[in-house]
């Protein structure tokens, strides 16, 4: 086996794996990046839901930390985990009423929000990258 092919593989093993409880909240993260999207760009009913802006954005660190402590995995994994997580919600959405779902998810989900938000709220979030 040449060295290059053995350092391909070794580069393919996962580090750990998400458990269901962490993938919850990367989808958490997911909806409401959504939500938040859907309300920066106007979309009718998106204004019935809170503002997510701001906790979404205060959410998604709190939880990026904790999985990157919790797993291991690089920072880049997380993002995409949450990345694929919203193309998949996204898309179920479009199969939908985009805002009933979004809203069934936000009603899921909030709880997490303010039970995380609570308990991390005086934790430094990590620098984004590139500052």
């Known amino acids: ?54 906790p979404g954005k205060t959410y998604a660190g709190l939880v990026g930390t904790r999985l990157l402590e919790e797993t291991g995995l690089p920072r880049d994994v997380i993002a995409s985990a949450i990345a694929e997580s919203a193309r998949a919600q996204s898309a179920q959405a479009g199969l939908e009423d985009p805002m009933a779902f979004l809203g069934q998810r936000y009603a899921q989900c909030a709880p997490l929000m303010a039970a995380e938000i609570a308990a991390g709220g005086d934790l430094p979030l990590p620098v984004p990258r590139g500052r």
């Open 1 to 54: 086996m040449s060295l290059l092919l053995a350092l391909l593989l070794q580069s393919a093993a996962p580090v750990a794996s998400i458990a269901p409880m962490q993938q919850r909240d990367i989808d958490c993260v997911a909806s409401f990046g959504l939500i938040a999207f859907q309300q920066a760009q106007g979309t009718p009913g998106a204004d019935r839901l809170p503002a997510m802006a701001a």
